[in-house]
């Protein structure tokens, strides 16, 4: 089974293209929704919630880990890799942020856009990337902190996406290629098509690379049923319900990952208290 | 000196009305900006960071905290309280949401809306207060998750903020009387202002229960010189910057209270990192 992490919803945009490009094997994704966004979190903070998914995605039988999340590739992928998949491990954990370099890469005459978290941005990683394939490659990043939560009130469609992808767009300037640097933005397509630049989703590029990769490495994932099962770390109920929209399908049972005392703690705790909550002395 | 405390920069807004109506007093302000927003996380993790806030507040001296949060005052109150302002203890925690349900109560003729992040709307605790004050007044809440990003990205006078706010008041339907039950949303009063219910922001009520508070209890806060100071968890910059536009002033210095493995630690650490960031085994 291969896991899929992404801090919340946006990765089953991911999850989605991988299916597609891998229809017999068994995947299993985990959304980190109790604890989401990361975005104005600590570097520190993001690591310490990485590796309790990755953890949480071996400890299910994963040997091939994809980190979804653009935020958590960006800062935490190196961290994660030398952890869990150096040498002699039998785990690979691979991100979203190689693929969407080149593809970006790919599509350019010279100018990249890249609309992202503020976190995504400020690490610089995007830049990174693109410079190591093409140094003369000129890359302009821009944190949009509107466009995930329209995703996720499910306001594509309406006047205020519009607006707001005009205004990131003006910001950004004179790009040719627009990288799609967070995994909400793809439902957001229709609105960024159209406006001159071509526009880049990494996803399917992913997809494509995991093809060939597995190609190469057979030991990290035998093909199995095509089976897709989700875990949460936030409510279930909305998780599936908010999910559905990112997958483009229903999504089955998730399963509850409580984080308590600050770890991601499997099983089935009471529901989420109402009000307040009042504990004991420590 | 009084402390009061936010998740991040909204709480400026119950600053500056404190402010005007205790010109004498010294305030101390903290906001947790580097780990805001409080709102998608676990009540627990909610009442992690406010213990170590208030902590940090009382280690500087304040003997009055005010939670100037409506996230926070609405799920983690009482603990504090008990905490920290027990029977024999010299300290004393305040909250937003008590004078917020006041003044909702004395301004309604029967219909309240309350507009909040989706954390306050889970908690119930304004319909709680409020029904406390008067059971027959009936409360519609809506979380808005857009509002505070509009606000944050200071586009408040801009048609992507009218047309959030009509589509979130109409959402809320026939209210006579709007709660603006996060601090960020006194910013966009221009946009709530002649739709129909009267609306009312409970900051500077606040401010005038905290007079009325503080003569019946001189001895938890003594007249002072009226300095204002600043911490935050954050970009300090960052603070100052966006800081000014909720206080309605330029912020003096801002002292960095870093966070490092989930406690909040004084001091001045190393810059924040860039990219990719590996730990060492642990």
Request: aromatic content about 6%; charged content about 20%.
């Amino acid at each position: 089974v291969i896991g899929l992490y992404d801090s919340g919803f946006g990765g089953l945009t991911v999850l989605r293209r991988v299916r597609d490009a891998l229809p017999d094997r068994d995947l299993h994704y985990f959304g980190d929704s109790g604890r989401a966004p990361y975005g104005g979190r600590d570097v520190h903070t993001i690591l310490d919630f990485a590796e309790q998914a990755v953890e949480h995605l071996v400890g299910r039988g994963c040997r091939l880990v994809v980190v979804a999340c653009n935020t958590v590739s960006c800062v935490a992928l190196r961290h994660l890799q030398h952890r869990y998949a150096g040498p002699g491990s039998d785990v690979r954990v691979l991100g979203v942020t190689i693929p969407g370099a080149e593809s970006a890469v790919r599509a350019t005459r010279g100018h990249v856009g890249v609309l992202a978290t503020a976190r995504t941005v400020a690490s610089h990683t995007y830049v990174t990337e693109i410079h190591k394939l093409d140094p003369s490659v000129r890359v302009t990043q821009l944190a949009a902190p509107l466009l995930a939560p329209i995703v996720e009130e499910g306001w594509e469609d309406t006047e205020i996406a519009r607006l707001a992808v005009d205004r990131y767009l003006d910001a950004l300037g004179p790009v040719d290629t627009l990288l799609l640097g967070c995994t909400h933005y793809p439902l957001l397509m229709d609105q960024f098509a159209g406006r001159g630049p071509t526009v880049v989703d990494p996803a399917p590029y992913l997809a494509e690379r995991l093809v060939e990769w597995l190609e190469r490495h057979p030991q990290f994932d035998p093909p199995g049923t095509g089976a897709l099962s989700f875990s949460c770390s936030g409510d279930p109920e909305r998780f599936a319900r908010l999910g559905s929209r990112f997958l483009g399908a229903a999504l089955p049972e998730v399963h509850l990952v409580a984080e308590v005392g600050g770890r991601l703690l499997p099983g089935d705790p009471d529901a989420a208290p109402v009000g307040q909550v009042v504990r004991g002395g420590r």
